[in-house]
């Protein structure tokens, strides 16, 4: 079958770096999509890897290791409104998108 | 710039009851889809549209149904709603160069 783990909940202080994993098992692989998602919101497009390697954009960084089926978003210098949901998703071989839970990130002062 | 519409935003609906959540977009996007989020789960898609005239179903299609008789609306039916479809419904569709989702806000729906 195919799965997408990703922590439940993390808690971080503000200013501080945060990193969010995500490791998959999927059927063919087409790319990894990182979402954010206030609560009570939809989601919004924070990154896509379908490479190797790191993505930088601002304070958020997302890295890929296809070989190891796994990825992680990287925050930066937290705010208190870094705190959402962040969802990782890969796209499989039929091009479909598997989510995973999501991860609720708590920032603290 | 509108992107998606949703609507109801928030619905309180008797099992047995028919229901139809619309979704509207304004990009041109030829994709669209409908997905359920639950707590503790990922999003699930229900039913999707690659193209105007066509439709197919996602990983939880029973109970509901869509159509796609033009490029920008997606409505998405429950013919008779039962408890477990109790969920936040949203509507996205796909840019074409990355596969980014835009999301509608969202539809809660409450089927007792």
């Known amino acids: 079958g195919q799965n997408i783990d990703q922590p439940t909940e993390m808690t971080a202080t503000e200013g501080a770096i945060v990193q969010i994993n995500c490791t998959y098992q999927?059927?063919?692989?087409?790319?990894l999509f990182w979402y954010q998602q206030h609560a009570g919101e939809a989601p919004t497009f924070l990154s896509y890897n379908v490479l190797d390697g790191l993505e930088e954009k601002g304070r958020f960084s997302s890295f890929l290791s296809r070989s190891k089926g796994y990825s992680y978003l990287l925050l930066k210098e937290l705010q208190m409104k870094d705190s959402a949901s962040y969802l990782c998703?890969?796209?499989?071989?039929?091009?479909?998108?598997?989510w995973g839970a999501g991860t609720k990130l708590i920032i603290k002062p | 710039t509108a992107g998606i519409t949703q609507a109801p935003t928030s619905q309180i609906l008797a099992a047995g009851r028919s229901m139809t959540l619309r979704c509207t977009q304004d990009?041109?996007?030829?994709?669209m889809y409908w997905y359920r989020q639950d707590l503790g789960l990922g999003l699930r898609l229900i039913h999707y549209s690659n193209t105007a005239g066509t439709t197919g179903k996602g990983e939880v299609p029973d109970g509901y149904s869509v159509s796609r008789a033009n490029t920008d609306d997606f409505p998405l039916t429950l013919a008779s709603a039962v408890p477990s479809q109790t969920s936040v419904y949203f509507c996205?569709?796909?840019?074409?160069?990355?596969?980014?989702?835009?999301f509608g806000e969202g539809s809660r729906l409450t089927v007792l």
């Open positions: 996205a569709s796909t840019g074409r160069d990355t596969g980014e989702l835009f």
């Open positions: 998703a890969v796209r499989d071989s039929n091009y479909q998108l598997i």
């Open positions: 990009m041109r996007h030829n994709a």
């Open positions: 999927t059927s063919g692989f087409n790319g």
